[in-house]
């Protein structure tokens, strides 16, 4: 059953701590993407990556960090540095220059 | 300036009307336009993508693209309550670095 898979489905970060959330595809696609969504701000880009052990910076991507050691693998930490963490995180894939598609999302709350 | 607006205003409309919705988006070198459907609490799924200027249809959904105004609209025929969801308008130069919309709220009444 091919499809990108996300997990947890519901995180909790405590104050000051690093929490990852996971994004597994396997669909065979190069490129994979990290989103923020906020409520009625639309889909934010915090980082992308187009080929295994290369990734670049989005839109928003001061107090996350990802990597990309595998090609159906990109994982987003978000850090403590990101005060402001509470939101719907979407990951997603595609073929070069091909349609986007999403996994089912991850929401992080603080405690 | 966004590069794509899109009025996030919810929408309601009775079973079986048509659903319009728009965006415009600023940037001239954008040409790959795409319409997601997001039901609550969970991931968008690709209702339509295109790469040109008119018309393109999908069962009840059409797409319309006018480049020379920067607009991207999106219609739902014989709406049904199955459609009530948040409708996410994007585009993009290629798909790395797509600007999306704030997105529609649909409500379709029984």
């Known amino acids: 059953d091919g499809g990108i898979t996300q997990s947890p489905k519901y995180l909790f970060r405590k104050e000051g701590q690093n929490v990852t959330l996971s994004c597994e595809q396997n669909l065979n696609h190069d490129a994979m993407y990290w989103y923020r969504q906020d409520p009625g701000q639309g889909l934010r880009l915090i980082y992308y990556?187009?080929?295994?052990?290369?990734?670049q910076k989005g839109d928003i991507a001061e107090g996350y960090s990802v990597s990309r050691e595998k090609k159906e693998s990109f994982p987003l930490t978000v850090t403590s540095a990101q005060k402001n963490p509470t939101a719907f995180y979407l990951c997603?894939?595609?073929?070069?220059?091909?349609?986007?598609?999403f996994g089912s999302g991850t929401q992080l709350s603080v405690l | 300036q966004k590069e794509v607006e899109q009025d996030p205003g919810p929408l309601s409309v009775p079973e079986g009307a048509i659903v319009s919705l728009n965006c415009t988006y600023s940037?001239?070198?954008?040409?790959?336009f795409m319409w997601y459907r997001q039901y609550s609490r969970k991931g968008p799924e690709l209702l339509m993508y295109t790469y040109s200027s008119g018309n393109k249809e999908d069962g009840r959904f059409t797409a319309q693209v006018d480049k020379s105004s920067k607009y991207i609209s999106l219609f739902i025929r014989d709406s049904q309550p199955s459609d009530s969801a948040t409708y996410l308008c994007?585009?993009?130069?290629?798909?790395?670095?797509?600007?999306f919309g704030k997105g529609n709220q649909v409500v379709v009444i029984p």
């Open positions: 940037n001239s070198a954008f040409q790959y």
């Open positions: 997603a894939s595609s073929a070069l220059g091909e349609k986007l598609f």
């Open positions: 994007a585009s993009g130069e290629g798909n790395n670095r797509l600007a």
């Open positions: 990556s187009q080929i295994v052990n290369d990734f």
